[in-house]
Every structure is written in C-alpha cells, then in structure tokens.
C-alpha cells in the first residue's frame, strides 16, 4: 500500500526566502504526482502535476521535481511571500479510475512579511 | 466554467439525522469521486463513481450511500449520521487523459 511522507510537517520563514518541501512515497509504480495547497477552511487547488516521464514541472514561482526511481519529489518556491501561506499536499496516483489519491499529511507553511 | 461545486458549506446535525450532500462539474469528466479529511488521517476516498450509472466503495464506504444522478452530479447521502462522520467531505472530478484531479471547496459537517 503507497505510503506518503511530508517533510517538514511545518515551517516558518522570513518573506523572500527560497524553500524546500519534501515528498517521499513507497510505491515507485506511479502514474504522476500532483502538489496541492490548502488554505484553512478551504478545499485543494491543484499547483502542479508532473507525469512519470517528465523531471520537472515549472509554474511561476514554483518548482516541482520527480525522481521517480527513488520515491521523491521536491516542491520549490522562490522568493516566498505571505500569501504563500498554507498546507502543501503532494499525492502520488496510479493514474486509473477507481484508485484515490494517496496523500501525505502536508506541510504547514508560514510567511513572514 | 465553475469547475466542481458543492452544497452545503457548513452542516449541523444531530445523531440519527439524515443529509444529501450535493456535487457538481461542470468538466465534462466522467469520473467522480467523494472524500473525507479528518485531522491526522489526511483524505480517505469514500466512494467513487467511473462513469455515469456505476458507483464502487472506496477505503471507507460504511454509513455513506451515494448516487450518480447523471454525468455532472454525484451525490452522499448519510442516511444515520454518526458522531464519527463528523469531517470535511470533499468532492473529485477526475480527467483521465493525462489523469488529475479537480477538487470541490468541501462542505464541513458536524455531528452533535
């Protein structure tokens, strides 16, 4: 059974700083990934999916990265700001209909101005 | 183009009620889907529908019933409600090619 794992559950930086979140999973047999960000109260906006097949996916500030073979994705944000603020989800999907998401439990993200 | 809607936002209910939770998407997508988000267990898919006419349990089905009315709209009914179904239920609309899912705003029900 996949398995996903956050790291950090929680961090705390100064407006500007450049970050990294860490998703790990079990199960390499995926079909993409998908990073969602959550604010409180309110439901999941899909920031990036990446297929199997590609390293990367870019959208403005964020970079999300895959290396499927070792279970990991990485999720960048450049020069944070607070309205960055809020839960990053990342979930690995087998790509089928009739299988769920398998998400991690998030991590909290908070922006200082 | 409104993507996926759901009614209501907020619900109160007393033990032994009953409720429909309404969604829709406006995608043309053939598959849906219903979760729930407890703190500390993340989201645990509910039920799942395909396509139009077929629906199929998921993790955790137990005190759900749920209908596909027609290609846009999926419904949750619990038809007791239990202090442990107490959660924000999200609802999914998934593409298939590339595969990825839309989410819904949820609706936050309490059980009292």
């Known amino acids: 059974k996949q398995e996903v794992t956050q790291i950090p559950a929680a961090l705390s930086v100064p407006e500007g700083e450049n970050l990294v979140l860490n998703c790990s999973f079990t199960?390499?047999?995926?079909?993409?990934l998908q990073w969602f960000r959550q604010d409180p109260g309110k439901g999941l906006t899909s920031l990036l999916l990446i297929q199997s097949s590609q390293r990367e996916q870019t959208s403005g500030r964020l970079n999300a990265s895959l290396d499927k073979s070792s279970g990991r994705s990485t999720l960048y944000i450049a020069a944070s700001q607070p309205g960055d603020s809020a839960t990053y989800l990342c979930?690995?999907?087998?790509?089928?209909?009739?299988?769920?998401?398998?998400f991690g439990k998030g991590t909290t993200l908070s922006v200082s101005s | 183009n409104a993507g996926v809607t759901q009614t209501p936002k907020f619900q109160v209910l007393k033990t032994g009620q009953s409720m429909t939770l309404q969604c829709a998407q406006d995608m043309n997508h053939n598959s849906m889907y219903w979760y729930r988000q407890d703190p500390g267990m993340g989201l645990r898919l509910i039920y799942y529908s395909a396509s139009e006419g077929t629906t199929d349990k998921g993790e955790v089905p137990n005190g759900y019933n749920v209908s596909r009315l027609n290609k846009r709209e999926f419904s949750l009914r619990l038809e007791s409600a239990a202090p442990s179904q107490t959660s924000v239920y999200f609802c999914?609309?998934?593409?298939?090619?590339?595969?990825?899912?839309?989410f819904g705003p949820g609706t936050r029900l309490t059980v009292t």
């Open positions: 199960d390499s047999a995926i079909y993409n």
């Open positions: 999914a609309s998934i593409r298939l090619s590339p595969y990825e899912q839309y």
């Open positions: 979930a690995p999907s087998e790509g089928q209909a009739g299988t769920a998401l398998i």
